[in-house]
């Protein structure tokens, strides 16, 4: 199979432009987990939180230790890099850090699912939070993996 990246840059020059869009890349992410860490981190001083009920608290902190790892995870390429800057150990760094990074997004995704499952919960019921959180977990797995994953299969027949 040839490299269907193709761009006629030296190994060197590759690595550091893949280093550089994943680097951009997570800023996107990272904007995601800001807002939500911020948001799940203010309802706990609401009076409304004091009164849930252990399922609503259980699901809030849920989010927020996902939230917590999505952070972790998605900053530490970013991290590293700093770390690591002129150690010869780009192709490392990539490696690692787009496994870190899907994790991340794995994170991030079950982190959003499952404030929309609690918020549904608190508004709606017990059926609307299940109903929610299935929608939320299909939208992501389609969006963020199924397409993809199809996208490289029919890639990979070409």
């Given amino acids: 199979m040839t490299d269907a990246e193709d761009t ?3 190994r060197n020059q590759k690595l550091q432009r893949n280093i550089g869009e994943l680097l951009q890349e997570l800023r996107v992410a990272q904007a995601g987990v800001q807002i939500l860490f911020g948001f799940l981190l203010t309802v706990v001083f609401t009076d ?3 009164s849930a009920s252990g399922l609503e608290k259980a699901l809030h902190l849920c989010a927020v230790l996902l939230t917590v790892a999505a952070t ?3 900053t530490a390429p970013a991290a590293w890099h700093r770390v690591l800057f002129r150690t010869g150990r780009r192709d490392e760094i990539l490696r690692v850090g787009n496994r870190f990074v899907l994790v991340g997004l794995g994170c ?3 982190a959003m699912t499952v404030t929309v499952a609690l918020i549904a919960e608190v508004v709606y019921g017990l059926v609307a939070m299940v109903i929610v959180a299935v929608v939320a977990l299909l939208l992501f797995g389609v969006l963020w993996g199924l397409i993809p994953y199809r996208m490289r299969q029919d890639q990979d027949h070409d």
Avoid: M, V
Wanted: net charge neutral.
């Fill in 8 to 10: 006629g840059e030296t």
């Fill in 48 to 50: 409304r939180f004091h």
């Fill in 72 to 74: 972790a995870l998605l």
């Fill in 108 to 110: 991030l995704a079950g």
